[in-house]
């Protein structure tokens, strides 16, 4: 069955630095779904990334799917303090019948 | 508003009691999906219905179970057979036929077992 490995689990930076979460699968997505999440609280959706060589951005957020849909990167760029959260890659493998699995999240925290 | 509903917010039942927690959605979503939340974890996922009256094991279905006899309501019952009941349940809804198809998610049940 289709696997998602993010790294790294958890990462503290400080206020104004970049920081790049990785999202590894084992087998070819359909599509890529990048959350992010308050302790204790549902998933907010950030962006859905489809087609190889992908990228989209929102705000100082940007995600990019590689070009043989296995893997994708979210960037943040100057960091602040409302970015801490954990943020969780979601996808949907091809003929998998909606089954929608995620990685096992990456807690962030930014230091002010 | 439209979104997904789940209750309750906390629960707390003794070992060996079968719980169900209500999820219900009016987003006219076909697709509804439940999963469980570990401390520390990402989202495992539990069981998903694509239609009504039709439903599929997730990668840790063992312990719970699930209906699906209308398009708007996805319940999931944790029985007693579950052994580490303890977690966060998030219930979800998708469109799967239009859009991006992302997950709309409910604000989640805690539930502990004492």
């Known amino acids: 069955s289709q696997e998602l490995e993010q790294s790294p689990q958890s990462l503290i930076v400080q206020e104004g630095k970049n920081l790049t979460i990785n999202c590894t699968s084992s087998?070819?997505?359909?599509?890529l779904y990048w959350y992010k999440q308050k302790y204790g609280e549902g998933l907010i959706f950030l962006m859905m990334?489809?087609?190889?060589?992908e990228e989209k951005s929102h705000e100082k957020i940007t995600a990019k799917l590689d070009e043989k849909k296995q893997q994708s990167s979210l960037h943040i760029t100057a960091s602040q303090p409302s970015h801490a959260g954990i943020y969780l890659c979601?996808?949907?493998?091809?003929?998998?019948?909606?089954?929608?699995?995620f990685g096992q999240g990456t807690e962030l925290s930014v230091k002010p | 508003d439209g979104g997904i509903t789940q209750s309750p917010k906390y629960l707390f039942r003794k070992e060996g009691q079968n719980v169900t927690l209500s999820c219900e959605q009016n987003?006219?979503?076909?697709?509804m999906y439940w999963y469980r939340q570990d401390p520390g974890q990402g989202l495992r996922l539990i069981y998903y219905?694509?239609?009504?009256?039709?439903?599929q094991k997730g990668d840790i279905a063992e312990g719970y179970s699930v209906s699906r006899e209308k398009k708007e309501s996805f319940p999931l019952t944790v029985t007693s057979a579950q052994k580490n009941p303890t977690a966060f349940y998030l219930c979800?809804?998708?469109?799967?036929?239009?859009?991006?198809?992302?997950?709309?998610f409910g604000e989640g049940s805690r539930l502990t077992v004492l």
């Open positions: 979800a809804s998708r469109n799967a036929s239009g859009g991006t198809g992302e997950l709309f």
């Open positions: 087998k070819t997505l359909y599509g």
């Open positions: 990334l489809q087609k190889g060589g």
């Open positions: 979601g996808a949907l493998g091809y003929n998998q019948g909606g089954k929608l699995i």
């Open positions: 987003l006219n979503h076909d697709a």
């Open positions: 219905s694509q239609i009504v009256n039709d439903f």
